[in-house]
């Protein structure tokens, strides 16, 4: 008996829909990224371009962008040394203005040459001729001295800072009962001018007296004039951020 003929499968129409669908999922990836990519962040941008400016010594305008937006993108470090630099700019500025108070209260003595104020690093020094201060040889102050340094200790009160209090001699022998040498004289002398200022209302925890004897001469000891510039009080307010201590590990 013949076989039966089998039937061919019908054709199906509808198969072109499957590809199409494909196509469209690809074309609608493709144009998503296509817009991730073409978003920037705007404040990276601006980052970069600042960045770019200086690298190529180019002064870029920053009228343009949020300085807030800016220092949310920067790295943590970045951020900690600009509020550094900051804090170090603003305390500058203050000790200048202390500088300035200064020379302006004692600017008799300043002409005079009798008085410096000279401001550095470390924070603002007055430097006093021991003669304004003290008879030869002698720690106590004298009554002049009282009127120059109570003058100094107003500006001092109010003010926050740290201040040391450095005795200088020249390097002239001294040995009696009170000083057996230029140690205990510079010393004593820096601690003569700490007991006014605290009773003038300066806090006593703000002070530090040191003595260097004549082992920080300013001028040549060739001289008397050399002598007596080298005989000084030198006080020093000093500054509020102190340099960062770097700990040296034992090998």
Do not use: C
């Not at 401001?119 to 001729?129: A, M």
């Amino acid at each position: 008996m013949a076989r039966k003929k089998f039937d061919e499968q019908t054709e199906n129409h509808e198969r072109w829909l499957i590809s199409y669908a494909d196509l469209i999922t690809l074309l609608f990836a493709f144009f998503v990224v296509m817009y991730a990519i073409s978003v920037v962040n705007e404040g990276k941008y601006k980052v970069f371009s600042v960045s770019l400016g200086d690298a190529f010594s180019r002064k870029t305008s920053t009228s343009s962008y949020d300085p807030g937006q800016v220092q949310a993108i920067l790295p943590i470090p970045t951020v900690l040394a600009k509020r550094r630099m900051d804090a170090l700019k603003r305390e500058k500025e203050n000790l200048t203005r202390l500088a300035r108070d200064l020379s302006s209260t004692l600017a008799p003595l300043v002409r005079e040459g009798k008085v410096r104020v000279t401001q550095n690093s470390r924070g603002v020094t007055v430097e006093i001729n021991a003669s304004v201060l003290f008879d030869p040889g002698e720690a106590r102050l004298t009554p002049e001295s009282d009127e120059a340094l109570r003058a100094l200790a107003v500006t001092l009160r109010n003010d926050p800072h740290a201040v040391q209090v450095e005795g200088h001699t020249d390097p002239t022998p001294i040995a009696n009962q009170l000083f057996p040498s230029n140690w205990e004289l510079s010393a004593v002398r820096a601690g003569s001018v700490v007991r006014l200022f605290i009773d003038s209302g300066v806090a006593p925890e703000r002070l530090t007296v040191v003595g260097h004897g004549a082992n920080i001469p300013v001028a040549s000891n060739a001289t008397a004039e050399g002598k007596a510039r080298n005989r000084r009080v030198a006080v020093t307010i000093l500054s509020a951020l102190p340099d960062t201590t770097t700990e040296i590990p034992t090998r």
